[in-house]
């Protein structure tokens, strides 16, 4: 089948499209996918770069098939499975190999897709919809009242959490490095969007806030941000750092939190937020019917094909994409 792998970590140019890989056995608690679409996200970006090599958590190894989100249709069934069969329509992340035809995935991590969704949206929004409903709902438990700060609120997770957050009531204000991006926080939903401006976004946020500080940061960033993310929370405040696309906060001692007000500071990560079956298909089924209602909007930027995903990482990886890019492999449906 066509596939592409990974033999070392790197650049864009690490990426191999293959045409010789095998079809993945089934092994018992697995199902086999013929894969309609994939999605192309931040963390394949940091899985080709090696940010994974050594992770428990994500224990994804070389040579491997990227791509850990997509949809499709269940093709065989594991000994082991049980409400799961051939014909059915599913979607999944957090499993590797979803940048080819075919994918091994554990019957944990699938959720099934309603009729109304078609198969490229699904890839589109398992993944990203399924963290930011849990830093939303989980992590953060915003409730009316409240007010966030979304950095990178363009982003893929960062449009979600904007749009999430104003569901159930909060207040947000949003980051974004170009008047372009603000403009599509706006649009989702946030009060104001400004750019981070080293970090003067946080005296905006302290002006706005009557030098209170919001009660939830969603920072993505990492090293360029944290810290002045501090200094936008209130006293007692949350901050979620959730990602690290700028680097990480290697030299970070807890004093800073008591000075910055007995912050709560979290790196949480969806695998510890999906651990079974039931918990994936919640999610899941949260954010589909999102979708359907229209509370939750995703704008699929484009559909490529395996060809094109050396381009679309470098795209990522150059702050250029806005908008969610899915590769279509077996497409329909
Ligand atoms: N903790 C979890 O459970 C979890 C789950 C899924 C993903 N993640 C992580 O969340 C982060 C965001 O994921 P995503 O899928 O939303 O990514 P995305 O759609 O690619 O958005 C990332 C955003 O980060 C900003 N950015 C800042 N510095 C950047 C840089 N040096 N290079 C590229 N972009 C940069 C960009 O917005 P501006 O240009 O406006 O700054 C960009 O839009 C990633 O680190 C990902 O691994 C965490």
Redesign the pocket.
């Known amino acids: 089948m066509k596939a592409i792998t990974v033999e070392t970590y790197g650049g864009p140019e690490v990426l191999q499209l293959r045409a010789d890989v095998p079809i993945p056995t089934v092994n018992p608690g697995h199902v086999l996918v013929k894969v309609a679409y994939a999605g192309i ?3 394949d970006i ?1 899985t080709r770069q090696g940010k994974y090599a050594a992770s428990v958590t994500y224990p994804v190894r070389l040579p491997c098939t990227l791509g850990m989100e997509g949809a499709g249709e269940v093709v065989a069934v594991g000994a082991a499975v049980a409400g799961l069969a051939p014909g059915d329509r599913v979607a999944w992340c957090i499993a590797w190999g979803s940048y080819a035809e075919y994918a091994s995935v554990p019957a944990a991590r699938v959720a099934k897709i309603p009729d109304a969704i078609p198969f490229d949206l699904a890839a589109a929004s398992i ?2 919809g399924s ?1 930011a409903h849990y830093l939303v709902e989980d992590v953060a438990q915003l409730r009316p009242g409240n007010c966030c700060l979304v950095h ?1 609120a ?5 449009q979600l959490l904007v749009q999430m957050a104003n569901s159930r009531g909060a207040k947000v204000f949003a ?4 008047a372009a ?1 603000c403009a599509v926080a706006v649009q989702r939903g946030a009060a104001f969007a400004i750019p981070y401006d080293n970090g003067r976004f946080a005296d905006r946020i302290l002006e706005a806030t009557h030098g209170d500080g919001v009660d939830v940061v969603f920072d ?2 990492g090293k ?1 941000t944290l810290r002045d993310s501090f200094r936008a929370c209130r006293t007692r405040g949350l901050v979620v750092n ?5 680097g990480s906060l290697a030299d970070l001692d807890p004093i800073e939190l008591g000075e910055g007000g007995s912050l709560f500071l979290t790196r ?3 695998a510890d937020y999906m651990a079974d079956g039931p918990t994936v298909q919640r999610r899941a089924d949260a954010v589909f019917s999102a979708l359907l209602d229209g509370a939750l909007n995703i704008d699929i930027e484009g559909r490529y094909s395996l060809e094109d995903v050396q381009t679309v990482h470098a795209r ?2 150059a ?1 250029e ?1 806005i908008g969610k890019a899915v590769v279509c492999i077996g497409g329909a449906r």
Do not use: C, D, W
């Not at 980051?175 to 170009?178: D, F, I, P, Y």
């Not at 959730?242 to 700028?246: C, E, I, K, R, T």
């Open positions: 996200n931040f963390m940091h993944f990203q963290t990178a363009s982003g893929s997770i960062g980051t974004g490095s170009s991006k993505s960033l360029a959730y990602g690290n696309v700028s949480p990560r969806l990522i990886e702050r994409q």
